[in-house]
């Protein structure tokens, strides 16, 4: 394992939790898919979200990432065990990164395997959706004028 797994956050499994972490080092997808991987696991469905160059029509340069890093891989944690606790079966590791990202940058990965891909796909999906509502991290877009923002996570459909 890497740096980003092995030093933050839980790596043990609890309930199909296998890794829950804020991180401020770039994110290591293929570190991330190998805690996911296991003998009974047949799908393994990975989301990724990257900080993109356009946002409601103005050029984005960059984006700041800011927690309350204590609560909020605590909620983040319990999100995992929830999903976890609907879908019998599933494995889930997930990581958020803070800090400044450029574009491209991964800002959060969700691998969630299972032995199925229905179930791996729907916890991926529940698990950005309740991380968007319920973790308190907030994020700066920087424009190409120079302006920064505030952006509302629950809002939109990033």
């Not at 797994?5 to 991330?32: M, R, Y």
């Not at 190998?34 to 009974?40: I, L, N, S, T, Y």
């Not at 047949?42 to 204590?70: C, I, K, P």
Request: net charge negative; hydrophobic share 45%.
């Amino acid at each position: 394992m890497t740096a980003s797994v092995g030093e933050h956050g839980g790596s043990g499994t609890e309930h199909g939790v296998l890794h829950v972490a804020i991180v401020t080092a770039p994110i290591d997808v293929a570190a991330l898919l190998a805690v996911a991987q296991a003998p009974g696991v047949g799908a393994v469905s990975l989301f990724l979200g990257t900080v993109r160059d356009l946002n409601d029509g103005r050029a984005v340069s960059g984006m700041d990432y800011e927690a309350y890093e204590s609560m909020a891989e605590s909620e983040l944690r319990a999100i995992a065990l929830e999903t976890c606790g609907r879908i019998h079966g599933l494995r889930l590791v997930v990581e958020h990164r803070t800090g400044a990202l450029t574009i491209g940058d991964a800002s959060v990965a969700i691998v969630a395997s299972h032995a199925h891909r229905a179930q791996a796909m729907d916890g991926a999906r529940e698990v950005i959706e309740a991380l968007k509502r319920r973790v308190p991290i907030w994020k700066r877009e920087h424009y190409l004028s120079g302006e920064r923002t505030w952006i509302d996570p629950t809002q939109g459909s990033a």
